[in-house]
Nanobody, 123 residues
Framework: QVQLVESGGGLVQAGGSLRLSCAAS????????MGWFRQAPGKEREFVAV????????SYTDSVQGRFTISRGNAENTVYLQMNSLKTEDTAVYYC????????????????WGQGTQVTVSS
């Protein structure tokens, strides 16, 4: 069992930055790939970024490539999402998730989900 708790969301102006954190419980954290997803009002939840269990491989959706960076600290059981050059279309609830399939981009590949943190980007 893995429990995930996101933090770091908030209100920021377009062009600004935020850093999201996701703290995981359990001693098996380093065996899971960790993903970030987001869900905007009226839209389906979508993939944002994923990092492999060892932290050496990452993948991003095209719309955030070059602006967002996913990283993880296995010693502290935490995964991060650094978001730079934020745009109004990045406004959404952001969720972290843990799964066994490395670099998976689909929701059903993930077994555990956090409760989400709101990110609002104003123009």
């Amino acid at each position: 069992q893995v429990q995930l708790v996101e933090s770091g969301g908030g209100l920021v102006q377009a062009g600004g930055s935020l850093r999201l954190s996701c703290a995981a419980s359990g001693r098996t954290f380093r065996s899971y790939a960790m993903g970030w997803f987001r869900q905007a009002p009226g839209k389906e939840r979508e993939f944002v970024a994923v990092i492999s269990p060892g932290g050496t491989l990452t993948s991003y959706t095209d719309s955030v490539q070059g602006r967002f960076t996913i990283s993880r600290g296995n010693a502290e059981n935490t995964v991060y999402l650094q978001m730079n050059s934020l745009k109004t279309e990045d406004t959404a609830v952001y969720y972290c998730a843990a799964g066994r399939r490395s670099l998976a981009t689909v929701l059903d590949a993930y077994d555990y989900w956090g409760q989400g943190t709101q990110v609002t980007v104003s123009s």
